[in-house]
């Protein structure tokens, strides 16, 4: 006999208004939210690439790095669970949308982009790590699935994100999915199939939506800025509330050490002069020249302002407040440190308890949205409408621009550069990762480790550096990249044993 159960609430029985379907897209959004800070994504990937090390194997990260991961990995299991997590509970709720007489087909249609959305949004994630995956819609068998092609995965990703183009509404300040984080969906799509053309399409569509670059690049990733009504860079975050739930980004930056930035990223920036600290080689030919003027015994001075707005060098200080588990003074950035820096970006040194942190996650950006722009240009186009683009980004921050400091860039060097200001500008945010993927440079970068021996670097004197301070580098982490597998995370052992159909399909390699 088939019977609905009273006491449980699903789509088919519960959607009796747009409240009650709002609150089933709740728990989609929630998958976003990790379970613990100890994996704090995107965040977390930064340490599974040349950017940042994290010494505390109990967090999962560091076997990425290294290059040890196997099937039985934590990581790779809970990543994969939390998107199907999210993709099981967008068909559900777009199955359940379609009986719902309740509902105005406006409502319906909203509901459903938002839906299709996240359905795309977690493949993306999916495609990006573990390759070829099941395509499961809301009418699809769940036993026992086989993976599909690439083709079909990515086919029906785009036929989600146009619909969530055309019945998203259009805002800014990433509350909620919009139109924008449609475009931005796409674009980054695109960028995985090289199709510059896309890019270049989607970005004027987000620019045309009224997006542009918040002014104060410090304040665009603390609660300050986040908040701020004039902010019309945010695209997409993930929110989080003092009191409520907190993102735990200033604990993680500078009590648990838990990321701790290498010198090759500290390198990346440029000296404030526009040009680089050590000869940038270009793929086909040529290099960037080093800044002459660039003084090894102060390394750290007259460089890009986002090196100080982004990282804590040796020399540099933060605050631990009288509320926190340490007591009221001010620490160097190499305390407690093995590469001698550690993330400065979206902290706030002033926060009294560093557990209770509401700074948001941003997700999608309008700075990821020029660069990707000026990338597509240079490869469809040349370097002359990438100049620009650059220059938005240089000219925030009150740096000299890239069209006073290196005007004759050829193609090949503009890839270089643009790389590099992907590094710079995108960095702690999560994308390094996706990046030298795409690019297919992760065995030429993912080389041992190496930061300062934070044994040479001396304690301060009236607040000053020490005169007898030495920049000395060392290896702080083994590294290992396998080209033929690491491209991609392992199918998790769990999911192989549970479904014959993937029982001899894993990734090569694992």
Known sequence: MDTVPTDKASPE???????????????????????????????????????????NTWEFSAEFAKGTQTAASW??????????????????????????????LEEKNSIVAEAKFFRAFYYFDL??????????????????????????????????????IDHLQNSIGGEYVSKGAAFMLKLRLAQYENDHETVIACARDIKGLGFSLYGDFEKLFKEEGIDDPTNKEIIFKINYATDIRSSYMTMLWYHWNSFQTTLSMVESFFTANGLPINDLQADGGGYIGKDPTYDPDRPFANRDPRLHLSILCPGSEYRLDAESRYQEHWV????????????????????????????????????EVLLAWAEAENEMNGPADAYPLIDELRERIGMVTLSESLPYLTKPTMRALIRNERRVELFHEGHRWFDIRRWGIAEEVMKDAVGLDVSRLKWYSDGNVTSDWQYVPMVIDRRSFNKERDYLWPIPQKEINANPEMKNDQNYGY
């Not at 379907?21 to 040349?50: H, K, Q, V």
């Not at 820096?341 to 950006?365: C, H, S, V, W, Y």
Request: net charge negative; hydrophobic share 35%; charged share 25%.
């Open 332 to 367: 160097p950035a190499s305390w407690s440190n093995i590469s001698g820096f550690r993330p400065k970006k979206g902290a706030d040194e002033k926060l009294l308890n560093t557990q209770n942190d509401g700074t948001d996650k941003i997700l999608m950006r309008y700075g």
């Open 127 to 164: 495609l990006t790590f573990y390759g070829r995956v099941p395509v499961l819609d809301e009418h699809s068998a769940l036993e026992n699935p086989p993976r599909d092609d690439i083709d079909k995965v990515i086919a029906f990703m785009k036929d989600d994100i146009d619909v969530a």
């Open 75 to 104: 990581l790779a299991e809970y990543k994969w669970t939390r998107n199907w997590l999210g993709i099981s509970r967008a068909n559900s709720l777009i199955r359940g949308v379609e009986n719902a007489p309740a509902l105005s």
């Open 13 to 55: 029985t519960f959607l009796e208004d747009i409240t009650q379907a709002r609150s089933l897209l709740a728990g989609i959004y929630n998958c976003l939210y990790d379970d613990s800070p100890s994996y704090i994504f995107p965040y977390t990937l930064e340490n599974m690439t040349d950017n940042s090390f994290n010494p």
